[in-house]
């Protein structure tokens, strides 16, 4: 099926995004004499579609530069959106804000549909200072170059030119030397550009430490809880559970550390020794190319739903796919909504592993959740905060699994891929809390140097288990594995997210294995609301609790165990 985005009812329907053509129609509404609650709910609509188009037309833009950051023109196209149109709508959407804040005719809306997009726009305007549109601008430019820096980067092994995602697969090979060997290649590659990384973050830790200063707050950390919304819970939370992963999750993984390190018949784990099968067999290998991962998962999530599988197949239809990892493409994976196509765009790397496999179910839940926020009513309801966005993309990743068969032609594959996603589980909270909690402390030390931050870095990870490998003589690697993570340089504090939504996931999981029909039926339901209810209610309808408490974390982390050892 061919994707036709919404007839538009206000915007011309061929808009050439410039700010020549764009002025007028912010200066429309800005004027628009609003006389009824009719005509203010048609003045949001309004809003929303221009909104909208703004948001595909930067999407297009952000997507085409990440599949190939050295085209010059493509990385001009998205510049000229972020310091041409971006800082003359800023000051423009401020006062639309106010305009409907202000309207006698808000109170006359429905309060509980509205609730929460009342509450972020309230919100935006308190937080909206002018000086920040220059800084936000610069902010836009500066983050770009970890992509052109770190999409640029590749490694030659066995005389032949890999990226980096696909050197990784290497880590897993059974040979110890061949894995040594690639680790310290990667890990090599990774220094030739510390101290460019290290300026590029210096001059983003600045940029966003003057952000807060202007708004009136005492730390950029401080500023982003209220900028990202987070009214459910505080920083002092985030250290409670940082602690609670401490204390329940890393003694878990101490022990499967060590059993690792039996079954590999070695005195100590090194780095490169944490990937590899300890069943003595190469790594899986769930699929032999980008189009073939496309295709299965389509299966897969047909087997789940056949409306699930419709809609990846639809996607495919619509080349709304890139998926293999290439020189010059930017790092990482995403799924992109496209607000006016009610679609979005998968983007990743595949070295064709079973991480492959499992980002692919990740974006998926993500892509999924796309279409069904597709149709609310205004743009605004479909931004839903991360907790939420995360929670459809990891819930995903542990629905599918009974499903994949369609990637393993035998039930020993089949099992080991379980057993190492259920462990990928467990290893994510602790990284989400090492990555989290250092950058409450960056953030809360503005004034840092690189060897403070290095050096801070590795008492963190320290904390959550380094990996339980033994890093001596590797110490420049082990301070420098931070720079690896794209949220830290991208979108900052946007990390904590994923520990809460996977324990969301864990729940979501848990039902599906008592009453697969009925979870469904709640997570899809929960995905429909979008933004238009607290995040609280919206984890009560996919039938599970918002909650991060030590004792929560204690009962999923020992269900996750327990399904490990059913597994054998």
Known sequence: MMITKKIRTYIPQELNITWENLEPLFTELQNREISSAAELKQWLKD???????????????????????????????????????????????????????????????????????????????????????????????????????????SVELNGQEYTLEQASIFIKDLNREVRENAWKT???????????????????????????????????????????????????????????????????????????????????????????SISGKPALKPFNNGGELIDKSIACFNAIDEKLGSKLATMKENNLFDVESRKG??????????AETGAPFIFMNSANSLRDLTTMVHEGGHAIHTFL????????????????????????????????DVYFDNEEDLNRAKKEQLADVLK?????????????????????????????????????????????????????????????????????EYAIAQLGAIAVWKNYKENPEKALEQYLAALALGYTKPINEIYETAGIKFDFSAE?????????????????
Not at 221 to 228: H, I, N, P, S, V
């Open 47 to 153: 809003r929303s579609e221009l909104e909208a188009a703004l948001e595909e037309d930067f999407a297009w833009r952000y997507i085409r530069m990440s599949c190939d950051t050295a085209n010059e023109e493509l990385v001009k196209n998205f510049q000229y959106f972020a310091t041409e149109i971006e800082p003359k709508i800023s000051p423009l959407a401020n006062e639309l804000n106010k305009k409907f804040v202000e309207s006698p005719f808000m109170d006359d809306l429905d309060k509980e549909k509205y609730f929460v997009y009342s509450r972020a726009i309230k919100k935006a305007l308190e937080l909206y200072r002018d000086e920040n549109i220059e800084l936000f601008t610069e902010l836009q430019v500066k983050q770009q170059k970890y992509q052109s820096t770190t999409g640029a980067m």
């Open 186 to 276: 990667i890990q090599q590659r990774r220094l030739v550009d510390k101290d460019d990384l290290n300026i590029l973050f210096d001059e983003l830790i600045k940029l966003r430490n003057q952000v807060a200063l202007n708004a009136g707050f005492e730390n950029y950390r401080d500023y982003m809880f209220q900028a990202l919304g987070r009214f459910d819970y505080s920083p002092q939370d985030c250290y409670d559970f940082a602690n609670a992963i401490e204390k329940e999750i890393v003694p878990i993984l101490k022990e499967q550390a060590e059993k690792r390190r039996e079954a590999l018949g070695l005195e100590v784990l090194k780095p490169w020794d944490l990937e590899v």
């Open 329 to 338: 493409k930017a790092p990482g994976g995403y799924n992109y909504p496209l």
């Open 373 to 404: 926020t597709a149709n609310l009513e205004l743009n605004d309801f479909k931004h839903c905060p991360s907790e939420v966005a995360e929670l459809a993309s990891m819930s995903m990743e542990l629905i599918s699994m009974d499903n994949w």
């Open 428 to 496: 994510t909270l602790p990284w989400v809390a090492v990555i989290d909690q250092f950058q409450h402390w960056i953030y809360t030390n503005p004034n840092h140097t690189a060897a403070d931050r290095e050096e801070t870095f590795k008492q963190i990870f320290n904390r959550f288990g380094a990996g339980f490998a033994d890093w001596t003589d590797l110490e420049q690697q082990f301070g420098n594995g931070w720079q690896k993570q794209l949220h830290l340089f991208e979108v900052p504090f946007y990390y904590i």
């Open 552 to 568: 929560y974390v204690k009962e999923l982390a020992s269900f996750v165990k327990t399904e490990l050892e059913k597994l054998g």
